[in-house]
Nanobody, 125 residues
Framework: QVQPVESGGGLVQPGGSLRLSCAASGRTFRGYAMGWFRQTPGKEREFVAG????????YYTDSVKGRFTISRDNAKDTVYLQMDSLKPEDTAVYYCAAGKNDPRTIPKAYGYDYWGQGTQVTVSS
């Protein structure tokens, strides 16, 4: 069983930066695409960013393009989400997920089989 474990969340001021990490617990992330999603109370889980197994292809929702960067280190079995120029509307619980390495499903929540517990990101002055 693949178990993603997120870390790095916290409180940051608008315009600040955070880097989230997602490490594999249990089985490796080998062969899986990885994604970051976020959710606020009363709303559906939203795709934020995704990356193919090789790392050659990345995907972003429009609202984070140019501000967030997803990357992975397969030797360390870890995925990262660098978040810059943070805005209050980025406040959410952020989830890491592992799923099928298919460009058609990487931006879709249904393409992921394994989810982490989430880490809270709060952007506030």
């Amino acid at each position: 069983q693949v178990q993603p474990v997120e870390s790095g969340g916290g409180l940051v001021q608008p315009g600040g930066s955070l880097r989230l990490s997602c490490a594999a617990s249990g089985r490796t992330f080998r062969g899986y695409a990885m994604g970051w999603f976020r959710q606020t109370p009363g709303k559906e889980r939203e795709f934020v960013a995704g990356i193919s197994w090789s790392g050659d292809s990345t995907y972003y929702t429009d609202s984070v393009k140019g501000r967030f960067t997803i990357s992975r280190d397969n030797a360390k079995d870890t995925v990262y989400l660098q978040m810059d120029s943070l805005k209050p509307e980025d406040t959410a619980v952020y989830y890491c997920a592992a799923g099928k390495n298919d460009p058609r499903t990487i931006p879709k929540a249904y393409g992921y089989d394994y989810w982490g517990q989430g880490t809270q990101v709060t952007v506030s002055s």
